[in-house]
């Protein structure tokens, strides 16, 4: 695999590589139209920014003239002001960020999010019905026209309709199944309870996929809407037993999202842009993001995300 990397520009002439890539544009295509069908208008925010939008870390700095700037993790803070600013439905695709010393199959440092932010939502069910109707648009164009390309990786596309029945836990009951269906005591969600639990779902919805919501608190951003018990109104999806969104409800309300950023040590007066957003009005509202290539990975069922990458880019992977 390394060497097919390292050979990039001429490796991408082979055909089997070239269909990945063939794929890729069919979800980019088929996620774009559904979203704009549903009234959603795709916005253009700046890669370089001044502060971290998770919190500050895993940042790559960047020298900007006498000073630092840095490469964006999540055009997050820039969809909550379109959606406060009127638009209300707003996506974008594009470049994101993650200064992560990582080295595995499933993470890679750059990488292309298609994110979603919507308002007048009640809760983040009403985000995973929105994320169901995409996944069942994806699945139908790339049935429809990468028949070919599917082939050449012998893979197989779930059936539109089968988005509509992918289930849905709570943290805390996706432990519990990860406990039962393995005989050990569950913490945490890790890797493996991914997968176990995407095994559970095709047993019992059949497809590989779970909605998993009501995470931690301090599993999540300082923006994420708490919930009772110091639980979250946040979700994930699981795919093929890899997360491939992370998403929820947003504090909208200024004293409560100034609180919540000193609870996880942030200091408002380098927020203050950010919190005009809230000071000044803001409606209920949420989002998530997708995995380009984690998508494109486990739909094909490639070995790495690197492959659904074009030129990848990792701790160590700088060229070509």
């Known amino acids: 695999p390394e060497a097919l990397l390292d050979n990039r520009m001429l490796t991408l002439r082979t055909p089997q590589i070239l269909s990945i890539f063939r794929v890729q544009a069919t979800i980019l295509a088929a996620f774009a139209d559904h979203l704009r069908s549903e009234g959603f208008t795709e916005i253009k925010t700046s890669k370089l920014i001044g502060t971290g939008t998770e919190g500050g870390t895993g940042l790559f700095a960047v020298d900007y003239f006498d000073g ?9 803070l820039y969809k909550q002001a379109m959606v406060a600013s009127g638009l209300e439905r707003v996506f974008e695709i594009g470049p994101a960020y993650r200064a992560e010393k990582h080295d595995t199959p499933r993470h890679i440092n750059e990488f292309v999010s ?15 019905d929105l994320e169901t109707r995409i996944l069942a648009a994806v699945f139908a164009r790339v049935r429809e026209r990468n028949g070919n390309d599917l082939e050449a990786w012998k893979a197989s596309v779930p ?32 890797p493996e ?3 176990t639990l995407c095994d559970w779902a095709l047993k019992t919805a059949g497809i590989e996929a779970v909605f998993v919501y009501a995470y931690p608190r301090k599993s999540r951003p300082f923006y ?6 110091n639980r979250t109104h946040a979700f994930d999806l699981l795919f093929r037993g890899l997360e491939i969104t992370s998403g929820g409800m947003r ?26 957003i809230f000071k000044y009005g803001c409606p209920p509202h949420g989002g998530f993001a997708i995995g380009l290539e984690r998508f494109t990975q486990k739909l094909l069922g490639l070995a790495s995300v690197k492959e659904a990458s074009l030129f990848p880019r990792d701790r160590k992977r700088t060229r070509p």
Do not use: C
Not at 159 to 185: L, M, Q, W
Not at 224 to 229: I, S
Not at 251 to 273: C, H, Q, T, W
């Open 114 to 128: 298609l994110d979603v932010e919507t308002a007048w939502i009640d809760s983040e069910q009403d985000l995973m």
């Open 224 to 229: 994420t809407l708490p919930a009772e018990g």
């Open 159 to 190: 059936e539109p309709d089968a988005a509509s029945r992918i289930p849905r836990v709570s943290h805390d009951e996706a432990r519990e199944i990860v406990a039962k269906e393995t005989g050990r005591k569950v913490y945490e969600i890790t």
């Open 251 to 276: 504090i909208n309300r200024y004293e409560d999202i100034v609180e919540s950023a000193k609870a996880f040590g942030l200091d408002p007066s380098g927020l203050a842009d950010y919190l005009a």
């Open 68 to 76: 630092k700037m840095y490469l964006t993790q999540s055009p997050q």
């Open 193 to 195: 309870g991914e997968r």
